[in-house]
Every structure is written in structure tokens, then in C-alpha cells.
């Protein structure tokens, strides 16, 4: 398991998942790292004296970006907001000096748009050593809005997500259950509603830093996990340098592998088209 961790960015995504992962001592050190050292500081401290009432002992410290250097893992939390098709000189400036600074760290991308995975390719992180987890609070919230719309448990739903978030999804029918039971078979229209109700929309803080929580857990294990997450493709599915929402293997601190899974004609449409899309 690595000793610390590195959340860049101390908005509210950024301190919701240095709480979470100080919380869950996954890590034996959270560093808060954000351009306004004050900030990161001070919300660090605050998670820091919250650990003897919540039973944790994890250290957390807050810093400036020159401190990534310090960190096994760096999960990106809070970048500027981009515009379609657009990656700001802010972000990428923000992955490249943890490239620089901790070249041998595996990155996260904790709420970020697929551009951002697509980024640290290109200025240098291997492929297996960034993923974005978006996705897995993603199939989260799609698996509640299935619920609602059959009214049934979230609990008793299956169904993943693939595509290019937040307006490029698709539920690939085979994988989605009520209760073990193909979806289509006991509430054909609920995938129908309640794909449209999760796409374009990203989850919020919370839901983003649990997912993150997750995927960082997956990828500490020495057992390998299966989980939506955003990967570049290397030939998958036809398809090359996309960042795109792919189940895969993760574990041992890297991306082990994408699993290519039989796609109906309707749905492999739909991730054709999720791939081409510029956005």
C-alpha cells in the first residue's frame, strides 16, 4: 500500500476526498496541495484535528504544488472547469508539474473531464498509470435513477456505464439486472429514463470523492477489481488515444487491463459515436 497520497486542488471535491481517504487510513499521509497554500492549510489542519473524535490517525498537511513531490499517488481534484473541447493552460500546467515533480506516481483523475486523462497521456504518464474514477459515480447514480424508476432498491440493481461523460453514455444492456433479472425483461423502459436523467449532468462533490475513494482502493489491492473508469484506448473496441468510460482490471497500483465486452448493434453505435465526439 503507498504511504501518502497527494489531492491537488482543496475546493470542495479536493477536501471532501482528503477527509474521506484520511478517514478510511488508507493512506499514512494526505497532503492537500492547492495554489493558494493558505487555503490547502487550513482545511487540512481541520480534517487533521478531526481524526481523535472520528478514531483516525492518519497525517494530513496542506502545501503549496511544489510538495507533489512527495506523493506515491496524486489524485487531481479540483482543475479548472473546462469548455467543451478545450483543455485551459491552467490544467494542463497542473499535470505536468506533477509529471515533473513525481514522474514514477500513478494519477487520478478525480472529477475531471476525459481531456484530462487524455492530457497526461500525452505530456508522459504511462497509460496504465492514469484513470479517471467520474465514471464509477456515475453508474452509481444510474443505478438509483433505475431504481426510482422501477421502484425497487438501488441495492438490487446492476448496470454499468460506458462512453465519454457526461453527455456521451451508454448502459450496455447486458449488464443491466433487477434483482438478477435482465432489466428489459421486468422494467424495459427504466434504463430509458433513467440513462437520460444521469447524462449531462456530472455528480456532485460527494459522490465524485467516493468514487475516487474506491478506485483508489481498487488500485491499491494486490487483488485485482473490476470497475467503470475512464482509460485511454490502445486498440480497444476498435479505438485509439480516446479517453472513453471502459470497464477494466485494476490493481497492484496500476491499470492491469480494459475488458472488451460484447456490445449490442444499438449500443456500439453509441460508443462509436461516444468516441468520435470532439467534446
Known amino acids: 500500500m503507498p504511504q501518502t497520497i497527494a489531492v491537488i486542488g482543496a475546493g470542495e471535491l479536493g477536501a471532501t476526498l482528503a477527509r474521506r481517504l484520511a478517514a478510511s ?30 478514531g483516525f490517525d492518519t497525517r494530513v498537511d496542506g502545501g503549496g504544488l511544489e510538495d507533489v513531490a512527495a506523493a506515491e499517488v496524486v489524485a487531481l481534484a479540483d482543475p479548472p472547469a473546462l469548455d467543451p473541447g478545450r483543455l485551459p493552460s491552467e490544467a494542463a500546467d497542473l499535470i505536468e ?9 500513478t494519477l487520478l483523475i478525480a472529477g475531471g473531464h476525459p481531456a484530462l486523462v487524455e492530457a497526461a497521456v500525452a ?5 496504465d498509470r492514469v484513470v479517471g474514477s467520474a465514471p464509477v459515480a456515475i453508474a452509481a447514480a444510474l443505478r438509483r435513477e433505475i431504481a426510482r ?23 450496455p444492456r447486458a449488464s443491466a439486472t433487477l434483482g438478477g433479472i435482465a432489466l428489459d425483461r421486468v422494467a424495459p423502459a427504466a434504463a430509458r429514463v433513467a440513462l437520460a436523467r444521469v447524462t ?25 477489481s473490476v470497475l467503470p473508469v475512464l482509460a485511454v484506448l490502445a486498440g ?4 485509439r488515444g480516446r479517453a472513453l468510460a471502459v470497464p477494466a482490471r485494476l490493481g497492484h497500483g496500476r491499470l492491469l487491463g480494459i475488458l472488451e465486452i460484447d456490445l449490442d448493434p444499438v449500443d456500439r453505435v453509441a460508443f462509436d459515436n461516444a468516441a468520435g465526439a470532439r467534446a
Open 149 to 171: 424508476a422501477a421502484d425497487a432498491r438501488a441495492s438490487e440493481v446492476a448496470a454499468t456505464v460506458m462512453g465519454r461523460p457526461p453527455d456521451r453514455l451508454l448502459m
Open 123 to 127: 505530456r508522459g504518464y504511462p497509460r
Open 97 to 105: 508539474r506533477a509529471r515533473g515533480a513525481a514522474p514514477a506516481a
Open 200 to 224: 449531462g449532468r456530472w455528480p456532485g462533490p460527494v459522490a465524485l470523492a467516493a468514487a475516487a475513494a474506491r478506485v483508489l482502493a481498487a488500485l491499491g489491492s494486490s487483488d485485482a
Open 25 to 54: 487510513e488508507a493512506f499514512r499521509r494526505v497532503l492537500l496541495l492547492d495554489p493558494d497554500t493558505g487555503r490547502a492549510r487550513g482545511k487540512a489542519l481541520d480534517i487533521l484535528q478531526s481524526g481523535p473524535v472520528d
Open 236 to 239: 480497444e473496441y476498435g479505438h
